[in-house]
């Protein structure tokens, strides 16, 4: 098996909406805002090349929405999906499952893009498998007010029409043994209903995609939780699990949304669950 940090571009969010009740005055300390309280945020995906199958893990916002969309976003840097794919050796056409821990814009925007003609959408990754699960979707297809706006139905009613579209199963607790693609997933509801995190065995390590059960270093409080989520109490339960399951057995938990920090390991202390190390991908993948 071999692991590749695929970057799809890296963009700005409101600060204060990352961290919902937290003051500025402590969520600056570790992600510092600019003049207009934005802060950096990473797509930072990862590939699995494991024997036959390329899987993708998320997919950034894609690039087919309206300049005044990603007006709202302040892209920055140089960074694309087929830009980082091309880096590894890879193309779109190569992926034959692309696996989205859940179905907001910015975790599942490039799975869909343009016709050529720019009548209609179509898979970007027309060899490849997309895998949800049942409750998600159902979630995602018929969004709450809440969330409708993260769930852009360009984004997601493509993946079913195109019959590209598969489910993993639901376990009976919130961890789900070697899926069909050949690792855990542990389900978290807080942030969105039935979010998947994938745990992947490589090299003796188990490697944490946590999308947005942890977004940044700076979430590691417990209480540090974002606006967006829409169970934040939840989300405080399930980051206690979890981050205490990372301690006890050194996971190392790859960052999808900190711009500056690829993967941590995390240890007990008086304050709870904190920071141990941080990784470069090039120190754990290489």
């Known amino acids: 098996m071999n692991l590749y940090p695929i970057n799809a ?28 309280n934005m802060i950096d945020i990473a797509a930072r995906c990862l590939l ?9 893990i998320d997919n950034g916002m894609g690039d087919k929405q309206s300049s005044k969309f990603f007006g709202y976003y302040h892209p920055w840097g140089n960074d694309t999906l087929d830009s980082s794919l091309k880096k590894h050796g890879f193309h779109k056409d190569d992926v034959t499952d692309v696996f989205l821990t859940h179905l907001h814009f910015d975790h599942c925007g490039g799975s869909i893009k343009w016709n050529s003609q720019k009548t209609g959408y179509e898979t970007a990754f027309k060899n490849a498998h997309f895998w949800s699960n049942k409750n998600h979707w ?3 297809t018929q969004p709450n007010i809440r ?25 009976d607790t919130d961890l789900l043994k070697n899926s069909a693609l050949g690792f855990d997933i542990f389900f ?43 169970r934040p109490l939840l989300t405080l339960d399930e980051k206690e699990k979890f981050l205490n ?11 999808e949304h900190d711009a500056h920090n690829e993967i941590i ?7 709870g669950v904190r920071l141990a190390n941080i990784f470069t991908t090039n120190d754990i993948f290489n």
């Open 245 to 255: 399951l990372a301690a006890d057995n050194n996971f190392y938990l790859f960052l």
């Open 188 to 230: 978290a509801n807080g942030h969105t209903d039935k979010q998947m995190i994938p745990m992947i065995n490589y090299k003796g390590k188990t490697i944490c995609f946590m999308a947005d059960l942890l977004p940044t270093v700076g979430h590691l409080p417990l209480p540090y939780v974002m606006g967006y989520d829409t």
């Open 147 to 171: 969330e409708r706006a993260s769930f852009l139905k360009e984004n997601i009613l493509p993946m079913e029409e195109s019959g590209q579209l598969k489910f993993t199963a639901l376990p």
């Open 48 to 56: 699995i090349e494991d024997g036959n199958r390329l899987i993708l």
């Open 9 to 36: 571009g890296n963009f700005k969010l409101d600060g204060g909406a990352m961290f919902g009740v937290v003051p500025k005055s402590l969520w600056q300390r570790t992600n510092p805002a600019d003049a207009n």
């Open 265 to 271: 390991t995390v240890k007990h202390t008086e304050k």
């Open 138 to 140: 159902q979630w995602a």
